[in-house]
């Protein structure tokens, strides 16, 4: 067979004298010149001579750019990070990673417990975990309430097959639906990265970036060649309004007892918005989040916070929008620790103050499906520094807890004042309850209040300072009816970068 070039080649050549051909032949008579025949028309193609690729999941995919449908292999893919996670386990010698099919059914007729894990492996371990649940959905072409279904499975499936201890509830209540803020945010973070119109070594690598953010959806878009096909990214994938910056400085926290006397702690913090949260009606989940994430500061990552933005409803007056939002929070230092899985309802309000100068003000409320606060029993002043490794093996825990675990409500008010849409005054007000389930009994409420002010220097680069204050009071269910109560002040200044 000879090549397709060659083939292509013969063909201009001979449309050429054809061509030619003919123009001498309507010199020749005034007739009208005849109609192209077939043989010139499918010359004129080179399409003909060259094969087209053929997609084989065409059938399966919601848009070009989409990822195959598959509900199958979104549980079989879901299994294999089970098994992925069970097997590292194993080779970091847990004990609670030699399952049997008698510890299945032992865990099946035990029902639900609360652990004893450490604050960072409930709060953050777990959640990421769920992630690539929620992720093995998505990335097979189920959306998001069919992913978080998803995501539930596989919390359910390891926390009864997984593992040799009971089943968790605080464990499932975290994982999924800390799996689906991380997973849906991660997602759509990796498409961000990803340019599905070039080529080359370029287009590699920026799939391979993505798949350290989204592993399971970046696995299947090399195993189907998705990651080389030249196409539109989905529609839903791509945000009507992108912004962000990262900053850089100094953070100062006191205490109850020394609110001035805080050593400085360097950290560094990124924030991204992503969509438009202030107008639109959309039905589309996250297709408008915040997230904010901080390094350093009183812990390796001390802060990280997703807000999405569940439905979008414009009121009647055009000036005020009706949201439904599901939150994520974590929040671990030096001085305390909280977590939270929340959905709240939020009714903003913007307003243009001049041509240049724009007033947002949103307040909403809502349910906090399970939070975490630190917490010492009554008569304990101070947490243990060093605890005692248990029999359980590399990253078990076996008590004591120093958090509580429990459902309450949450509140807040925001009020922004941005210029050239960027904001340079931003207040801050939240107050949360939690009534403690598990661990100490009790009821806590905790307030926050913050204050951003932002200035630019030059094009991107910006200076700016935050001034904080946490507080915290504690109604112990004891027979005397003990209160404390707990106050950090916070200051930080840094510099930032505008991503626009």
Same mark, same amino acid.
């Given at each position: ?200 070594? *370029?287009? !590699?690598?920026?799939?391979? =970036?993505?798949?350290? /953010?989204?592993? @399971? ?7 189907? &060649? ?121 009714? *903003?309000? !913007?307003?243009?103050?001049? =041509?240049?100068?724009? /007033?947002?003000? @949103? ?7 399970? &939070? ?123 510099? !930032?970068?505008?991503?626009?």
């Amino acid at each position: 067979m000879q090549p397709a070039g060659a083939m292509a080649r013969r063909a201009s050549i001979l449309y050429l004298l054809l061509t030619l051909t003919g123009a001498a032949s309507v010199q020749a008579s005034d007739d009208p010149p005849p109609e192209p025949s077939l043989l010139a028309r499918a010359l004129e193609s080179k399409s003909l001579f060259e094969q087209q690729p053929v997609d084989p999941h065409a059938a399966k995919r919601a848009c070009p750019g989409c990822p195959p449908r598959s509900v199958g292999r979104a549980l079989f893919q879901e299994t294999i990070v089970n098994v992925f996670y069970g097997a590292a386990n194993l080779i970091r010698g847990q004990v609670t990673a030699r399952v049997t099919p008698k510890t299945w059914w032992q865990n099946m007729e035990q029902g639900w417990v609360w652990d004893l894990d450490d604050f960072v492996v409930n709060q953050i371990g777990h959640p990421y975990q769920g992630n690539n649940y929620y992720n093995s959905g998505r990335a097979n072409g189920l959306n998001f309430y069919e992913s978080s279904a998803i995501a539930a499975f596989g919390s359910a499936t390891w926390e009864y097959y997984g593992e040799t201890n009971k089943p968790s509830l605080n464990d499932f209540i975290n994982t999924t639906l800390g799996g689906i803020a991380f997973g849906e945010t991660l997602h759509r973070a990796a498409w961000l990265i990803r340019d599905t119109g070039i080529s080359g070594r *370029g287009r !590699t690598m920026r799939e391979i =970036s993505a798949l350290v /953010l989204d592993p @399971v959806t970046g696995y299947n878009r090399f195993r189907t &060649g998705d990651a080389k096909r030249i196409v539109e990214k989905p529609a839903d994938m791509v945000p009507s309004a992108l912004s962000g910056f990262g900053s850089a400085g100094v953070l100062w926290r006191g205490t109850e007892h020394d609110p001035f006397e805080a050593a400085g702690q360097a950290f560094a913090e990124v924030d991204l918005l992503y969509g438009d949260a202030q107008h639109g009606r959309s039905r589309t989940p996250y297709d408008a989040f915040g997230m904010s994430l901080r390094f350093g500061g009183g812990g390796p990552l001390s802060e990280a916070r997703l807000v999405g933005r569940l439905i979008g409803q414009p009121m009647r007056n055009p000036h005020f929008q009706f949201s439904v939002l599901q939150a994520y929070d974590f929040q671990n230092n030096d001085a305390y620790s909280f977590g939270a899985q929340s959905f709240t309802g939020s009714l *903003g309000y !913007t307003e243009a103050l001049g =041509s240049r100068v724009d /007033l947002w003000v @949103v307040g909403s409320g809502g349910l906090t499906v399970l &939070g975490a606060i630190d917490s010492l029993p009554l008569g304990v002043d101070e947490k243990p520094v060093d605890e005692v490794e248990g029999s359980g093996g590399q990253g078990v825990s076996e008590g004591p807890r120093f958090y509580d675990y429990g459902p309450g409500s949450n509140y807040s008010a925001r009020a922004s004042l941005s210029f050239d849409k960027r904001p340079f005054a931003i207040f801050f007000y939240e107050g949360r309850q939690i009534f403690s389930l598990d661990g100490v009994r009790a009821n806590h409420f905790l307030q926050h209040a913050r204050l951003d002010l932002q200035w630019t220097l030059h094009r991107q680069l910006g200076i700016g300072t935050t001034a904080e204050y946490f507080s915290r009071h504690t109604y112990y269910q004891d027979e005397a009816k003990t209160e404390k109560q707990f106050r950090f002040p916070q200051f930080r200044a840094y510099l !930032t970068w505008a991503i626009s």
